[in-house]
């Protein structure tokens, strides 16, 4: 038997496999991998596909220095404009526009090290007011706030906190220097302890190794994070990682279904990036992956929620919330 079959019969029967054997798994022959990382999900899964937007919430001069990111006040970029916090209506308005669309979730996000107190105070208000009149459930990417924070956000109506770990520990220093691994992962636990469900996960393509990718998963496996964002490096002018060469279909493909062993029961969400993949991730939605960002991203273009919902169903998906 191969190691792809040893490993997924493992999986399947509820085992956990270790880094040596992702690392070993990582190695395998592409098809054999992601068909046995297909299977796995269904088994796990179901036909469950979990879609959602993202809008951008306050845009732009942000204080970190994450060198992939357009909206660094540390980097000269074209592709970014800013403003403030955007008003209850503007982001009222968006979420009913997603709804009508059939998205299951929406979520704001907003540049920055952290809301200020009077900022959480705000949104809290547009949360509010998007939970009465839309039926979405609201994610949130604010920055390193505190448990009391994330404790009035649940109140207002927020189900789910974003937080990209980006990396593995060892190699996150090297992408950002203005915050620490451990800030993120103290923000996620944080979340935790309000109550919210949390979302983590990676940008592949920022000059990392396999070994990087793995222990990334590996950390979201020990916080119990069941979203993953799965982002591609879309290499943006005027950011130090201009020149990076985005991922091919096949690396992509093969990291989702690594991923996929690592923590079968997940929602692998493909996110930022997507559009550079030249079939917009169908691959990867046949090799693992079974959740999406649609829609626009933060500063680049994405893919409307009109052809993601097509595509779910020609893969035979239901869009549906999962791991509530």
Request: with cysteine; hydrophobic share 35%; net charge negative.
């Amino acid at each position: 038997m191969s190691i792809v079959q040893d490993l997924k019969e493992k999986v399947l029967n509820s085992g956990q496999i270790s880094k040596k054997e992702a690392l070993e798994l990582s190695q395998a022959p592409l098809a054999e991998l992601t068909e046995a990382a297909d299977e796995i999900r269904r088994r796990f899964c179901g036909a469950g596909f979990d879609l959602c937007t993202i809008v951008n919430g306050k845009c732009g001069r942000c204080s970190e220095d994450c060198k992939y990111c357009a909206q660094s006040a540390y980097y000269q970029s074209e592709s970014t404009q800013s403003y403030p916090l955007l008003s209850t209506e503007a982001l009222l308005e968006e979420a009913k526009h997603n709804d009508a669309q059939g998205v299951l979730r929406y979520s704001i996000v907003t540049s920055g090290r952290k809301l200020s107190d009077r900022e959480v105070e705000q949104v809290c208000e547009s949360i509010r007011a998007i939970k009465a009149q839309t039926s979405l459930q609201v994610c949130v990417s604010f920055g390193l706030l505190e448990e009391e924070s994330f404790r009035k956000l649940k109140e207002a109506g927020a189900s789910r906190v974003h937080c990209n770990l980006e990396s593995s520990a060892a190699f996150f220093p090297s992408v950002c220097t203005t915050h620490t691994y451990e800030e993120k992962i103290e923000t996620l636990k944080a979340a935790k302890r309000a109550g919210l469900s949390i979302c983590s996960g990676g940008i592949l393509g920022l000059g990392e190794t396999m070994e990087d990718r793995i222990d990334l998963v590996l950390t979201a496996r020990e916080l119990g994070v069941k979203s993953i964002p799965v982002n591609l490096l879309n290499p943006i002018p005027g950011t130090p990682y201009e020149n990076n060469q985005p991922l091919s279909s096949a690396e992509a493909r093969r990291c989702v279904a690594v991923f996929r062993f690592l923590i079968p029961d997940a929602s692998i969400r493909l996110a930022g990036g997507r559009g550079l993949l030249g079939d917009k991730g169908k691959g990867c939605f046949q090799s693992g992956a079974n959740a999406a960002i649609s829609g626009d991203m933060l500063t680049t273009a994405g893919i409307t929620v009109e052809t993601d919902l097509q595509l779910i169903k020609e893969l035979g998906f239901e869009a549906r919330l999962c791991n509530e």
